[in-house]
């Protein structure tokens, strides 16, 4: 039977020496958020530190983290974080992990290093980092690390196999198998199958597209459909995509340099990202190809491509404030607006309201759904049986996933042979103890939603969420009465305010005198009442009629004062 996490999981042990404890703090039932704790004899090696960006649920979150009080009190255990590749949902929490112990070692190839080395300047951090390459093979701590090319939409991916007392682990990071990519990097099988003949005790194992039957379309399909978008555009054309994607924009410039047409960065992080992409020689920009946002105005529309951020509808992207009429590119008919990339998941709506604002404007959107203008990152389904039958693993921890996907990750593993009782389906903070080759879920620890906020780290909390959720959707209604503390009569009110409650001022007249008379009776009842517990009369008796009358359940925000 395969080993599932289930609610009500007890504290874990004590570490036994020689053993390996593997626990995941992001990345396992989500698509973000990616971070995993190794630990053995005291030490500790990360592996990713990413990010998730919130969903409509989450209102006014910028960003949400993992959860590092599993590490609290042991950061000068920590011997080095291992980053697998630039894109955030692996990179994106190293900062606010750097905040607790700033010379922690970065590990990763020479692109990822290069992306969050300029992410950290604008923290004020500056990193102790060690560029590795495929094939390279470095001791950190008990931890000997050696690190394997594999293919993904960003240059320079990486997965770590690990060599410690308790065993063996391969971390695949993100990967696809594209036998055919842009940069002609592929996924190392060879260094897959040798590390298969030496053993390999856990696989843990890119879970994102384990539920897409075939395999994953080549990256160079896509080059033909941009060919003939550009070819058709008469006006000018608005390309989306996500800001580390290298290979995305490097086929949006060839296309353009094929049309005659010109290419300007639109978004912080796209100019920023393509600029290190392409001083390290990862982006080849055709000669005279490249020009200023602000020299665009100065070209016809024929001429004109932008490379935009917002591919995700993110609120204060590019591309969102394009469609909302927020941005200096003003987006008119004639102009085609492409999104290069798929749905995150949770992202769909904020997406489809993108794309009706565009529509709206007069643009022609394409997108993956009426073209092949995207290829996913991710190994589907017959890519991760070819892994398995490769490597063999004695045990597999799929992660990088929502639920479904891990489940189905779990069905090919044993699709391939992998022991039931071997495939470990874990949560967010379920601990894994390896030993003898054996992998075992041996408890949970504690691992929340970590949210920032503007400047603050962790204050928001899932209350303060309700709140919100409540101010958005239902409204409030303020009450302020100031009572005689002795007579317990109204000097003064009930006041009501309301916002966001759509019915007219005049049917909070009828609440009034009932609001009236039960605190007249609460403050003659008795006499050693509270001022909280006044409001809190107020509040159940605005509640209920709100609720009866209204049909609504509004914040009510009850204001007594006693004279």
Same mark, same amino acid.
């Given at each position: 039977?395969?080993?599932?996490?289930?609610?009500?999981?007890?504290?874990?042990?004590?570490? =036994?020496?020689?053993?390996?404890?593997?626990?995941?703090?992001?990345?396992?039932?989500?698509?973000?958020?990616?971070?995993?704790?190794?630990?053995?004899?005291?030490?500790?090696?990360?592996?990713?530190?990413?990010?998730?960006?919130?969903?409509?649920?989450?209102?006014?979150?910028?960003?949400?983290?993992?959860?590092?009080?599993?590490?609290?009190?042991?950061?000068?255990?920590?011997?080095?974080?291992?980053?697998?590749?630039?894109?955030?949902?692996?990179?994106?929490?190293?900062?606010?992990?750097?905040?607790?112990?700033?010379?922690?070692?970065?590990?990763?190839?020479?692109?990822?290093?290069?992306?969050?080395?300029?992410?950290?300047?604008?923290?004020?951090?500056?990193?102790?980092?060690?560029?590795?390459?495929?094939?390279?093979?470095?001791?950190?701590?008990?931890?000997?690390?050696?690190?394997?090319?594999?293919?993904?939409?960003?240059?320079?991916?990486?997965?770590?196999?690990?060599?410690?007392?308790?065993?063996?682990?391969?971390?695949?990071?993100?990967?696809?198998?594209?036998?055919?990519?842009?940069?002609?990097?592929?996924?190392?099988?060879?260094?897959?199958?040798?590390?298969?003949?030496?053993?390999?005790?856990?696989?843990?194992?890119?879970?994102?597209?384990?539920?897409?039957?075939?395999?994953?379309? /080549?990256?160079?399909?896509?080059?033909?459909?941009?060919?003939?978008?550009?070819?058709?555009?008469?006006?000018?054309?608005?390309?989306?995509?996500?800001?580390?994607?290298?290979?995305?924009?490097?086929?949006?410039?060839?296309? /353009?340099?094929?049309?005659?047409?010109?290419?300007?960065?639109?978004?912080?992080?796209?100019?920023?990202?393509?600029?290190?992409?392409?001083?390290?020689?990862?982006?080849?920009?055709?000669?005279?190809?490249?020009?200023?946002?602000?020299?665009?105005?100065?070209?016809?529309?024929?001429?004109?491509?932008?490379?935009?951020?917002?591919?995700?509808?993110?609120?204060?992207?590019?591309?969102?404030?394009?469609?909302?009429?927020?941005?200096?590119?003003?987006?008119?008919?004639?102009?085609?607006?492409?999104?290069?990339?798929?749905?995150?998941?949770?992202?769909?709506?904020?997406?489809?309201?993108?794309?009706?604002?565009?529509?709206?404007?007069?643009?022609?959107?394409?997108?993956?759904?009426?073209?092949?203008?995207?290829?996913?990152?991710?190994?589907?389904?017959?890519?991760?049986?070819?892994?398995?039958?490769?490597?063999?693993?004695?045990?597999?921890?799929?992660?990088?996933?929502?639920?479904?996907?891990?489940?189905?990750?779990?069905?090919?593993?044993?699709?391939?042979?992998?022991?039931?009782?071997?495939?470990?389906?874990?949560?967010?903070?379920?601990?894994?103890?390896?030993?003898?080759?054996?992998?075992?879920?041996?408890?949970?620890?504690?691992?929340?939603?970590?949210?920032?906020?503007?400047?603050?780290?962790?204050?928001?909390? =899932?209350?303060?969420?309700?709140?919100?959720?409540?101010?958005?959707? =239902?409204?409030?209604?303020?009450?302020?009465?100031?009572?005689?503390?002795?007579?317990?009569?109204?000097?003064?009110?009930?006041?009501?305010?309301?916002?966001?409650?759509?019915?007219?001022?005049?049917?909070?007249?009828?609440?009034?005198?009932?609001?009236?008379?039960?605190? =007249?009776?609460?403050?003659?009842?008795?006499?050693?009442?509270?001022?909280?517990?006044?409001?809190?009369?107020?509040?159940?008796?605005?509640?209920?009629?709100?609720?009866?009358?209204?049909?609504?359940?509004?914040?009510?925000?009850?204001?007594?004062?006693?004279?």
């Amino acid at each position: 039977m395969t080993q599932t996490a289930q609610p009500g999981l007890h504290t874990p042990p004590s570490l =036994e020496p020689g053993t390996l404890r593997v626990v995941p703090l992001g990345g396992l039932g989500e698509v973000g958020r990616n971070m995993t704790v190794f630990e053995i004899d005291g030490k500790i090696l990360i592996v990713d530190a990413g990010v998730l960006f919130p969903d409509e649920t989450q209102p006014g979150v910028d960003l949400i983290l993992p959860d590092f009080s599993y590490l609290e009190g042991r950061f000068d255990d920590i011997v080095a974080i291992v980053l697998t590749h630039g894109h955030e949902d692996h990179i994106g929490a190293v900062p606010y992990l750097l905040r607790r112990r700033q010379d922690i070692p970065l590990i990763g190839s020479q692109l990822t290093l290069a992306l969050i080395e300029a992410k950290l300047a604008e923290h004020r951090i500056k990193p102790f980092s060690m560029t590795v390459e495929e094939g390279r093979i470095e001791q950190l701590g008990p931890f000997e690390c050696e690190f394997v090319a594999v293919n993904h939409s960003i240059p320079d991916a990486l997965a770590v196999f690990l060599r410690t007392a308790g065993g063996t682990v391969l971390h695949t990071g993100d990967f696809k198998m594209d036998q055919l990519p842009l940069d002609g990097r592929i996924t190392d099988l060879r260094a897959f199958a040798r590390l298969g003949e030496e053993g390999i005790d856990l696989f843990m194992v890119d879970s994102t597209n384990a539920d897409v039957p075939g395999f994953t379309t /080549a990256e160079r399909e896509i080059g033909p459909t941009l060919d003939r978008l550009f070819g058709q555009a008469e006006k000018r054309i608005i390309v989306a995509s996500f800001s580390s994607h290298v290979h995305r924009v490097q086929q949006v410039l060839d296309a /353009a340099a094929a049309h005659g047409r010109k290419v300007a960065f639109v978004g912080r992080s796209m100019v920023r990202n393509m600029g290190i992409a392409a001083e390290l020689g990862y982006l080849h920009v055709p000669d005279n190809t490249l020009v200023d946002l602000k020299n665009i105005e100065k070209l016809p529309d024929s001429e004109v491509v932008l490379m935009s951020t917002g591919s995700q509808g993110e609120p204060m992207a590019a591309l969102s404030r394009m469609a909302n009429g927020d941005h200096r590119v003003q987006v008119g008919t004639g102009d085609t607006v492409i999104l290069a990339s798929s749905l995150i998941p949770g992202n769909e709506n904020a997406v489809f309201r993108v794309i009706n604002g565009l529509l709206k404007l007069g643009a022609d959107v394409i997108h993956k759904g009426n073209a092949k203008v995207h290829v996913s990152g991710h190994a589907a389904a017959g890519e991760l049986l070819y892994c398995y039958n490769i490597l063999k693993p004695r045990n597999v921890m799929p992660v990088h996933g929502e639920t479904r996907h891990l489940i189905a990750n779990g069905k090919l593993a044993e699709l391939a042979g992998v022991p039931p009782q071997h495939i470990i389906l874990a949560d967010d903070g379920t601990v894994v103890d390896l030993k003898d080759h054996d992998a075992k879920i041996v408890g949970q620890v504690e691992c929340g939603l970590v949210y920032v906020d503007g400047s603050s780290v962790g204050e928001v909390t =899932e209350t303060d969420l309700k709140d919100r959720r409540i101010l958005s959707e =239902e409204g409030f209604i303020s009450i302020v009465t100031v009572v005689n503390q002795t007579t317990g009569k109204i000097v003064s009110g009930p006041e009501i305010q309301a916002r966001g409650v759509a019915e007219d001022p005049s049917v909070f007249e009828e609440i009034v005198p009932k609001i009236a008379e039960t605190l =007249e009776e609460a403050v003659t009842t008795s006499k050693e009442h509270t001022n909280y517990q006044l409001q809190q009369v107020v509040r159940r008796v605005v509640g209920t009629w709100a609720s009866r009358k209204l049909r609504r359940r509004p914040m009510i925000i009850p204001l007594v004062l006693e004279v």
